[in-house]
């Protein structure tokens, strides 16, 4: 029985939070440090000619100017860290070094470019065309194993469209299976709809300021990091220095969303002016910089056919998307929307078409659900419209084509480990009150009508084969040695509670090593991808494992027996037939240190990475060491699911809407931290709501300059855009492929929330189908008016 | 791409690419601050445009910056004295200011509380929340000379003397409020102003009295509690 797992607890980096202690980058200070700024590209695709840096450099205070030769160049499409070629208004193109910021900023007002613009574009759909601008000199769009190239459509792929759908010509990946055409004729209803999902940008609370420095031979570099072990060996490449040559600090990270998962070039930038002027520098990044450095989920112009039984089961589904993919190399988002398409709704047979278009704006990556999130948003909606032609319950819908533990995910239809959705679905329906609150969809009060929505998510939830370190130290108290990252979940802590429970700890005796690669952390994956719950809480289980088996072994040595005549409890090793013989662990550790060899990580196992077999060498002979590679048995895809339920009351004259009530339900196998699970599940939701319902993301097609570069154009939710209280469940049941039956959950939270909110405000309008996310005001009084919309069809960039 | 670049925006940019002022490419990021040196011709109108054209605040002297060194002139040309003291967490602490420095720039790099967060430097987020007179304000957009005469209360200022937490931060511990904790001292020092005014307060009072910090990670409902749980302490502890 668990004595740890499933409960509340303190996580030891929360008082730091709430104390103003807890360091983020820009709060580190060295001596002789200065501070850098970066001159960025004013246009969207441009090629400097040449620099004339001496008025800026002549200035007082001036320490140093960083040019792209200075910096590896990064190869193919990958992201600059300075360019001579920016293809984004907002690039950088060199950096300056001064004694303060302002010295630095004047600096680089004062450099002179001769910078020439090159062709741009910000619509995917128009680089298509014949003819269409290419966002980069190779080619216009990025084709898997081919990498860049130039695709054009034809004028006849245009027009067999036909109006307001979009186009496919050749495409850049495709999949099927089942046979698609007997799929579409034995359905009774078809559903044929294009649309648009929006890019939104991360912006993360905390922009991705960095500060570094050399110290004997080693690069020292504060950086916002949601990951820690799995960034290093990509920022000391970035930096151009082997991974052991680097000590990379990612204690705190004040948000990431995807946008911080692994290393990025900006963070190289301050670790390469430092060994150019040879003394700390600190780059402070501004909120507009963040905007378009910081990253953006791709939107999508889309298209979905889908073919219904009459009892409202998905028998066929024909899927295309063209992908807003920035200029660089982007995300893949528009596969594993197509993936978790096959898997949410379990199409009988399934065709799908899709192509990553380059755009002139900011570089794409992975956002909370990247993919999977644009797609519900696109498809939730239609669920409803055919659920209301089916004459079905939307929830019922949803339950018939409610994927099950044997339902086979994406194109290859591999395994997957476990799926509760339906148990989700049926588990929130009833919580909500959805029958009783669906009787009064529809009720008018003056210009407000009542509505509701459920809306689905997924995201894959985990992996498998990174190591876990733990050490009991000679005073018995045991220490966690984790390399996820902070990304702010706590997750970090409550996988580390798993050794604790394998060991049968007193949480309060025990210390948790992270946030410093100096520190002995092992190699473990990053924080992202909703996958620490299950990926760290098997590295635990493995290096308490081997912890446990050492102590065992250890007792058996000393007393005698063998060791499985042993087991533990009130941290101390005993004999099962004479509980008297007894070690305490603070024994057992001095034994192993005498012992040496890989009692106290002398000798390391053969198959561990070269970083942890490092940090296991960084504190052997210290203690009993627990060190292993999860090589657990894993089945299949780990999915992570969601359902949420919502009620809202939308004013038809203004636009505007209130939300009344939101319950979300995970399906995340077992809790293990409850007000955690609680947050996300919550947390998720105000995102999710931002996405469907608010967040903008504008470009000027003519000069392809960002229109909502700030939080207060960008519109995230704010406390009086969302619920002062939500509600959440889980589903709590035990995911058969972790040893403590977890699995990760983050990212369908948002989605989830996102597309029961787009559902509902389908619903106040009797079905209107929007063809377009985010739904905003404007968008909802012309439909509730029948007016038509102020945008194009399947425009980009436009609110 | 025939109107590219434009002819009818800052003269003939097609013979001469060099960024013009008038382009419509010249952004914000690229242009000048105004010296942040002291003269005459400094106005309040310079320091606006500064911080509207700029993204980043005047950050005047940096932590290391030139002016730390040599003399400090008592009264600049421009009449503002720079050497000043201020009131920080019941502490006098004397500091030399530039005329355009921001609070959030003074408590970061001058007095070392780097509590005090900068998540957009322009009024947006609420991250850099301090109290003046027990009143919330934005730092990074209070110039420190205004507050030369008021009592300023940072994060680093509610801890009790043998470090206990004030109520609001133990509630927030207790309901797990923080998420990635970057947004956490504003919604902390919004909270205390909140609890000082109105000690009693209903949830949707406190929810319009955070409404000005922003939380990316969506923790509002936990702030919420936190700030609930808040109150019945306090109370209770009164009572």
Same mark, same amino acid.
């Given at each position: 029985?668990?004595?740890?797992?499933?409960?509340?607890?303190?996580?030891?980096?929360?008082?730091?939070?709430?104390?103003?202690?807890?360091?983020?980058?820009?709060?580190?200070?060295?001596?002789?440090?200065?501070?850098?700024?970066?001159?960025?590209?004013?246009?969207?695709?441009?090629?400097?000619?040449?620099?004339?840096?001496?008025?800026?450099?002549?200035?007082?205070?001036?320490?140093?100017?960083?040019?792209?030769?200075?910096?590896?160049?990064?190869?193919?499409?990958?992201?600059?860290?300075?360019?001579?070629?920016?293809?984004?208004?907002?690039?950088?193109?060199?950096?300056?070094?001064?004694?303060?910021?302002?010295?630095?900023?004047?600096?680089?007002?004062?450099?002179?470019?001769?910078?020439?613009?090159?062709?741009?574009?910000?619509?995917?759909?128009?680089?298509?065309?014949?003819?269409?601008?290419?966002?980069?000199?190779?080619?216009?769009?990025?084709?898997?194993?081919?990498?860049?190239?130039?695709?054009?459509?034809?004028?006849?792929?245009?027009?067999?469209?036909?109006?307001?759908?979009?186009?496919m010509?050749?495409?850049?990946?495709?999949?099927s299976?089942?046979?698609l055409?007997?799929g579409f004729?034995?359905?009774?209803?078809?559903?044929d709809?294009?649309?648009?999902?929006?890019?939104?940008?991360?912006?993360?609370?905390?922009?991705?300021?960095?500060?570094?420095?050399?110290?004997?031979?080693?690069?020292?570099?504060?950086?916002?990091?949601?990951?820690?072990?799995?960034?290093?060996?990509?920022?000391?490449?970035?930096?151009?220095?082997?991974?052991?040559?680097?000590?990379?600090?990612?204690?705190?990270?004040?948000?990431?969303?995807?946008?911080?998962?692994?290393?990025?070039?900006?963070?190289?930038?301050?670790?390469?002016?430092?060994?150019?002027?040879?003394?700390?520098?600190?780059?402070?990044?501004?909120?507009?910089?963040?905007?378009?450095?910081?990253?953006?989920?791709?939107?999508?112009?889309?298209r979905i056919r889908l073919g219904?039984?009459?009892?409202?089961?998905?028998?066929a589904c024909d899927l295309s998307?063209?992908?807003?993919?920035?200029?660089?190399?982007?995300?893949?988002?528009?596969?594993?929307?197509?993936?978790?398409?096959?898997?949410?709704?379990?199409p009988?047979a399934m065709r799908y078409r899709?192509?990553?278009?380059?755009?002139?704006?900011?570089?794409?990556?992975?956002?909370?659900?990247?993919?999977?999130?644009?797609?519900?948003?696109?498809?939730?909606?239609?669920?409803?419209?055919?659920?209301?032609?089916?004459?079905?319950?939307?929830?019922?819908?949803?339950?018939?084509?409610?994927?099950?533990?044997?339902?086979?995910?994406?194109?290859?239809?591999?395994?997957?480990?476990?799926?509760?959705?339906?148990?989700?679905?049926?588990?929130?329906?009833?919580?909500?009150?959805?029958?009783?609150?669906?009787?009064?969809?529809?009720?008018?009060?003056?210009?407000?009508?009542?509505?509701?929505?459920?809306?689905?998510?997924?995201?894959?939830?985990?992996?498998?084969?990174?190591?876990?370190?733990?050490?009991?130290?000679?005073?018995?108290?045991?220490?966690?040695?984790?390399?996820?990252?902070?990304?702010?979940?706590?997750?970090?802590?409550?996988?580390?509670?798993?050794?604790?429970?394998?060991?049968?700890?007193?949480?309060?005796?025990?210390?948790?090593?992270?946030?410093?690669?100096?520190?002995?952390?092992?190699?473990?994956?990053?924080?992202?991808?909703?996958?620490?719950?299950?990926?760290?809480?098997?590295?635990?289980?493995?290096?308490?494992?081997?912890?446990?088996?050492?102590?065992?072994?250890?007792?058996?040595?000393?007393?005698?027996?063998?060791?499985?005549?042993?087991?533990?409890?009130?941290?101390?090793?005993?004999?099962?037939?004479?509980?008297?013989?007894?070690?305490?662990?603070?024994?057992?550790?001095?034994?192993?240190?005498?012992?040496?060899?890989?009692?106290?990580?002398?000798?390391?196992?053969?198959?561990?990475?070269?970083?942890?077999?490092?940090?296991?060498?960084?504190?052997?002979?210290?203690?009993?060491?627990?060190?292993?590679?999860?090589?657990?048995?894993?089945?299949?895809?780990?999915?992570?699911?969601?359902?949420?339920?919502?009620?809202?009351?939308?004013?038809?004259?203004?636009?505007?809407?209130?939300?009344?009530?939101?319950?979300?339900?995970?399906?995340?196998?077992?809790?293990?931290?409850?007000?955690?699970?609680?947050?996300?599940?919550?947390?998720?939701?105000?995102?999710?709501?931002?996405?469907?319902?608010?967040?903008?993301?504008?470009?000027?097609?003519?000069?392809?300059?960002?229109?909502?570069?700030?939080?207060?154009?960008?519109?995230?939710?704010?406390?009086?855009?969302?619920?002062?209280?939500?509600?959440?469940?889980?589903?709590?049941?035990?995911?058969?492929?972790?040893?403590?039956?977890?699995?990760?959950?983050?990212?369908?939270?948002?989605?989830?929330?996102?597309?029961?909110?787009?559902?509902?405000?389908?619903?106040?309008?009797?079905?209107?189908?929007?063809?377009?996310?985010?739904?905003?005001?404007?968008?909802?009084?012309?439909?509730?008016?029948?007016?038509?919309?102020?945008?194009?069809?399947?425009?980009?960039?436009?609110? | 791409?025939?109107?590219?670049?434009?002819?009818?925006?800052?003269?003939?940019?097609?013979?001469?690419?060099?960024?013009?002022?008038?382009?419509?490419?010249?952004?914000?990021?690229?242009?000048?601050?105004?010296?942040?040196?002291?003269?005459?011709?400094?106005?309040?109108?310079?320091?606006?445009?500064?911080?509207?054209?700029?993204?980043?605040?005047?950050?005047?002297?940096?932590?290391?910056?030139?002016?730390?060194?040599?003399?400090?002139?008592?009264?600049?040309?421009?009449?503002?004295?720079?050497?000043?003291?201020?009131?920080?967490?019941?502490?006098?602490?004397?500091?030399?200011?530039?005329?355009?420095?921001?609070?959030?720039?003074?408590?970061?790099?001058?007095?070392?509380?780097?509590?005090?967060? =900068?998540?957009?430097?322009?009024?947006? +987020? &609420? #991250?850099?929340?301090?109290?003046?007179? *027990? %009143?919330?304000?934005?730092?990074? !957009?209070?110039?420190?000379?205004?507050?030369?005469?008021?009592?300023?209360?940072?994060?680093?200022?509610?801890?009790?003397?043998?470090?206990?937490?004030?109520?609001?931060?133990?509630?927030?511990?207790?309901?797990?409020?923080?998420?990635?904790?970057?947004?956490?001292?504003?919604?902390?020092?919004?909270?205390?102003?909140?609890?000082?005014?109105?000690?009693?307060?209903?949830?949707?009072?406190?929810?319009?009295? =955070?409404?000005?910090?922003?939380?990316? +990670? &969506? #923790?509002?409902?936990?702030?919420?509690? *936190? %700030?609930?749980?808040?109150?019945? !302490?306090?109370?209770?502890?009164?009572?």
């Open positions: 029985m668990a004595e740890l797992l499933g409960k509340d607890f303190t996580p030891p980096d929360i008082v730091g939070k709430v104390t103003g202690r807890a360091k983020y980058a820009e709060d580190f200070r060295r001596d002789g440090m200065v501070f850098c700024r970066l001159l960025t590209s004013p246009m969207p695709h441009a090629r400097v000619r040449n620099v004339d840096a001496r008025a800026a450099l002549a200035m007082p205070g001036v320490v140093g100017i960083l040019l792209p030769e200075d910096v590896p160049e990064q190869e193919g499409v990958a992201n600059n860290i300075l360019t001579y070629e920016p293809h984004f208004v907002g690039e950088p193109i060199l950096a300056i070094a001064a004694v303060d910021e302002t010295t630095a900023h004047n600096a680089i007002a004062a450099v002179r470019l001769d910078i020439e613009p090159l062709e741009f574009c910000v619509d995917p759909l128009e680089s298509l065309r014949p003819g269409g601008p290419n966002a980069r000199a190779g080619g216009n769009a990025l084709i898997p194993q081919e990498g860049l190239q130039e695709v054009k459509w034809t004028e006849e792929d245009f027009a067999a469209a036909g109006e307001g759908q979009l186009p010509g050749r495409p850049g990946e495709e999949w299976y089942g046979d055409d007997a004729a034995a359905s009774t209803l078809v559903l709809e294009s649309f648009v999902t929006a890019s939104t940008s991360h912006h993360s609370m905390e922009p991705r300021t960095a500060m570094a420095y050399w110290e004997g031979g080693k690069c020292y570099l504060h950086a916002s990091c949601q990951s820690q072990s799995n960034a290093l060996p990509g920022a000391a490449r970035l930096i151009g220095i082997a991974p052991e040559d680097l000590v990379f600090i990612a204690e705190y990270c004040g948000g990431g969303f995807g946008s911080k998962g692994g290393a990025y070039p900006l963070m190289a930038i301050p670790a390469h002016m430092s060994r150019k002027v040879g003394r700390p520098v600190l780059m402070r990044v501004s909120r507009a910089e963040e905007y378009v450095l910081g990253s953006a989920r791709p939107g999508f112009q889309g219904f039984r009459p009892d409202g089961r998905i028998a998307i063209i992908q807003e993919n920035g200029p660089n190399s982007g995300f893949g988002d528009l596969g594993a929307a197509a993936s978790a398409v096959s898997l949410v709704y379990t009988q899709g192509i990553s278009v380059l755009t002139n704006t900011p570089p794409r990556g992975a956002q909370r659900g990247p993919g999977q999130n644009q797609i519900h948003c696109a498809v939730e909606p239609l669920i409803d419209k055919a659920a209301r032609q089916l004459g079905l319950d939307p929830v019922a819908i949803r339950r018939i084509n409610a994927p099950t533990h044997e339902s086979l995910y994406g194109g290859n239809q591999s395994h997957i480990t476990s799926a509760y959705l339906r148990e989700a679905l049926e588990m929130g329906a009833e919580r909500f009150g959805w029958q009783e609150r669906r009787a009064r969809s529809g009720q008018r009060s003056g210009s407000k009508v009542r509505a509701v929505g459920v809306g689905q998510a997924f995201h894959s939830a985990g992996s498998s084969g990174f190591d876990g370190l733990v050490r009991i130290a000679p005073d018995g108290k045991l220490h966690i040695h984790t390399g996820v990252g902070n990304l702010g979940t706590y997750s970090y802590a409550s996988t580390s509670r798993v050794a604790a429970e394998v060991l049968r700890y007193d949480w309060a005796n025990c210390e948790i090593h992270r946030g410093d690669s100096s520190r002995g952390l092992p190699w473990n994956n990053g924080q992202f991808g909703s996958n620490t719950s299950y990926t760290m809480s098997r590295t635990n289980y493995a290096a308490a494992m081997d912890a446990l088996q050492k102590l065992k072994a250890i007792a058996a040595r000393e007393l005698g027996g063998n060791a499985n005549d042993y087991d533990v409890r009130d941290e101390a090793v005993f004999s099962r037939a004479n509980p008297s013989r007894r070690l305490t662990y603070a024994q057992a550790a001095r034994t192993a240190i005498q012992l040496g060899g890989r009692y106290s990580g002398m000798e390391t196992p053969q198959d561990i990475n070269p970083m942890t077999r490092r940090a296991v060498e960084s504190i052997a002979g210290t203690g009993l060491i627990g060190v292993a590679r999860d090589n657990l048995p894993q089945d299949g895809m780990v999915p992570a699911l969601a359902a949420g339920f919502i009620e809202i009351e939308l004013d038809v004259e203004t636009g505007l809407y209130e939300i009344l009530d939101y319950l979300g339900v995970a399906d995340c196998g077992l809790v293990m931290h409850p007000t955690s699970l609680a947050t996300q599940v919550r947390g998720g939701a105000v995102m999710g709501f931002g996405m469907a319902a608010a967040e903008r993301h504008v470009y000027d097609p003519r000069w392809g300059l960002p229109g909502a570069v700030g939080l207060h154009q960008a519109k995230p939710p704010s406390y009086l855009d969302v619920p002062s209280e939500m509600d959440w469940a889980a589903v709590d049941q035990a995911e058969p492929n972790n040893p403590v039956g977890v699995k990760g959950i983050g990212e369908p939270l948002m989605g989830c929330a996102a597309a029961a909110l787009l559902c509902a405000l389908s619903d106040a309008l009797g079905g209107h189908y929007f063809n377009r996310t985010p739904i905003v005001a404007d968008m909802i009084v012309n439909a509730a008016n029948g007016r038509p919309q102020a945008h194009r069809q399947l425009q980009v960039n436009t609110q | 791409m025939s109107e590219w670049p434009p002819t009818e925006v800052g003269g003939d940019t097609r013979a001469s690419s060099t960024i013009s002022e008038d382009a419509p490419w010249a952004l914000p990021m690229v242009s000048a601050i105004p010296a942040a040196q002291p003269s005459p011709s400094w106005s309040r109108r310079d320091f606006i445009k500064g911080i509207i054209a700029s993204g980043v605040t005047v950050s005047g002297l940096s932590y290391f910056g030139s002016g730390c060194s040599g003399a400090l002139p008592a009264q600049t040309v421009g009449g503002v004295e720079r050497l000043l003291s201020l009131s920080v967490n019941g502490q006098l602490r004397r500091v030399d200011v530039l005329p355009a420095e921001t609070l959030a720039m003074t408590l970061r790099y001058k007095l070392g509380l780097t509590g005090t967060k =900068l998540g957009c430097d322009r009024a947006e +987020c &609420g #991250a850099c929340t301090v109290l003046i007179d *027990g %009143v919330t304000h934005y730092s990074c !957009s209070t110039l420190t000379h205004r507050v030369r005469d008021r009592e300023i209360t940072t994060i680093e200022g509610l801890e009790g003397p043998n470090g206990e937490l004030h109520p609001v931060q133990q509630a927030f511990v207790d309901e797990l409020s923080p998420q990635c904790g970057f947004c956490t001292p504003g919604q902390v020092m919004s909270a205390v102003a909140l609890l000082r005014r109105n000690p009693n307060p209903t949830r949707e009072e406190a929810r319009e009295a =955070l409404a000005g910090n922003l939380c990316r +990670c &969506g #923790a509002y409902h936990n702030y919420l509690n *936190g %700030v609930m749980r808040a109150a019945q !302490s306090l109370g209770a502890r009164e009572a």
